[in-house]
């Protein structure tokens, strides 16, 4: 059964500390790694799509990555606006998007 | 450019009650969802369609019921509310098949009491 697990469940950084989001994998045949963002009480907004190991995309202060078995969602110098739920969602061979239950951040002034 | 609206915003329905979420587009995308988000749950997929007259289940369609009569419209159907269906529903669309690029509605909160 494709899984993905996306850890931490909740991370506070303070503004400029600069940290990183997992995402673990388990689906057959990988078509695509998504990463969203969830404002409190809105729909998800894309942010990445990622097709191969080794691939990296970047968007202001948010850079993802992408392993065989994981994804990686790093903000640099992270400011408050950047706090809201980042999901993760894989592809498989089924194409049904399975996501996972999503990384809350808290950025403090 | 309104991209993906869903109404109503929020509901309370009673149980054994129906009612239809109503979704539409105007991207003139292909593919439309419907998922549900649990707290602390990550979004499960109800229905896709893939065009017009086209529809299938995802991962948990019991209890909800779709049709796809146009490209810009698809109505999430629930038929004898039960309180297990409490939850937020996301409608989305895509140009091209599930991940591509899917573009949210802003959801639809619904408890059934």
């Known amino acids: 059964e494709d899984q993905v697990t996306q850890s931490p469940e909740a991370l506070r950084l303070q503004e400029g500390e600069s940290s990183s989001l997992n995402c673990s994998y388990t689906?057959?045949?990988?078509?695509?790694l998504f990463w969203y963002r969830q404002d409190p009480g809105k729909g998800p907004e894309f942010l990445f799509t990622?097709?191969?190991a080794g691939e990296e995309k970047e968007k202001e202060r948010l850079k993802a990555t992408l392993t065989k078995k994981e994804s990686f969602l790093h903000i640099t110098a992270p400011k408050p606006e950047d706090s809201a739920t980042y999901l993760c969602?894989?592809?498989?061979?089924?194409?049904?998007?399975?996501f996972g239950k999503g990384t809350k951040l808290t950025v403090n002034p | 450019n309104a991209g993906v609206t869903q109404t109503p915003k929020f509901r309370i329905l009673k149980i054994g009650q129906s009612m239809t979420l109503q979704c539409a587009q105007d991207?003139?995308?292909?593919?439309m969802y419907w998922y549900r988000q649990d707290p602390g749950m990550g979004l499960k997929l109800i229905y896709y369609s893939v065009g017009a007259g086209i529809t299938d289940k995802g991962e948990v369609p019991n209890g909800y019921n779709v049709s796809r009569s146009t490209t810009e419209d698809f109505p999430l159907r629930l038929e004898l509310a039960a309180p297990s269906q409490t939850s937020v529903y996301f409608c989305a669309s895509s140009y091209w098949a599930h991940g591509n690029t899917i573009y949210f509605g802003e959801g639809s909160w619904l408890t059934v009491v």
């Open positions: 991207m003139n995308h292909n593919y």
């Open positions: 969602a894989a592809q498989g061979g089924s194409e049904k998007l399975v």
């Open positions: 990622l097709y191969s």
């Open positions: 689906v057959s045949g990988l078509r695509g």
